[in-house]
């Protein structure tokens, strides 16, 4: 891991998760929680707060195995309720145990990541769907790099987080790309007055770099549990 340069030290990274435990349908699941507040920025893939704004929070909860609910952007956003956070936020989803997550850290950036690889396969597909039956899937990614970006180079960290999932699966051994559910989240702070705003996060920039190897050791974590 990289030191922590003057620049990331100015910023606090995404305070530390919570994990959240429920009852439903007569199944224990879990969840995780992070309270971010005001000041974020986000881009995601979720089916709850997609797209780039300000966020206040990011739930990635777990549901049960034959999921067949068809509005998860509700059920996630009364998850969030019950948690207590309010605001707007992202959720993510996985029928994975989210309790088997994997993180790392890289000269301030971190990323945390859950993998359910029970359906798993190549991005590139000559069929339309090959999934027959709900099993634990999804591999949901979140990252935090602690200085401002622009929008484009936050559609750049996800390209990265993505490229540094797929060379993660691999190093585990793994025959594919990922799932078909996957999901992302990169957070950066809300740009303050007369501070640089980062224009890169490809995987050669020095913030992309950083979170390459970041995602890369969590993806790899998660998926060796």
């Not at 000041?39 to 780039?52: D, H, K, Q, Y």
């Not at 859950?114 to 099993?135: D, F, K």
């Amino acid at each position: 891991m990289t030191a922590l340069d003057p620049i990331a030290r100015r910023h606090v990274a995404l305070p530390g998760l919570r994990l959240l435990t429920r009852v439903e349908d007569g199944e224990l699941l879990h969840s995780l929680l992070w309270q971010v507040g005001d000041g974020w920025r986000m881009i995601s893939s979720a089916v709850l707060g997609g797209g780039i704004g300000e966020r206040r929070w990011i739930l990635n909860a777990q549901v049960g195995h034959g999921y067949r609910r068809v509005d998860p952007d509700r059920h996630l956003a009364d998850l969030a309720r019950l948690a207590g956070v309010d605001g707007p936020g992202v959720g993510l989803m996985t029928a994975a145990d989210v309790r088997a997550y994997g993180s790392a850290h890289d000269g301030g950036v971190e990323a945390v990541a859950t993998a359910g690889l029970g359906v798993r396969g190549w991005a590139a597909s000559p069929a339309e769907s090959t999934v027959t039956a709900p099993r634990a899937g999804t591999i949901n990614i979140v990252a935090a790099i602690p200085v401002p970006l622009t929008d484009a180079a936050l559609v750049n960290a996800v390209a990265t987080a993505t490229e540094a999932k797929v060379q993660a699966l691999l190093d585990a051994g793994l025959d594919c790309s990922g799932t078909p559910t996957d999901a992302v989240c990169v957070a950066a702070p809300s740009p303050r007055a007369d501070e640089e705003v980062h224009a890169f996060a490809g995987p050669r920039s020095l913030w992309g770099a950083r979170l390459a190897r970041a995602v890369h050791d969590a993806v790899r974590s998660a998926a060796n549990t």
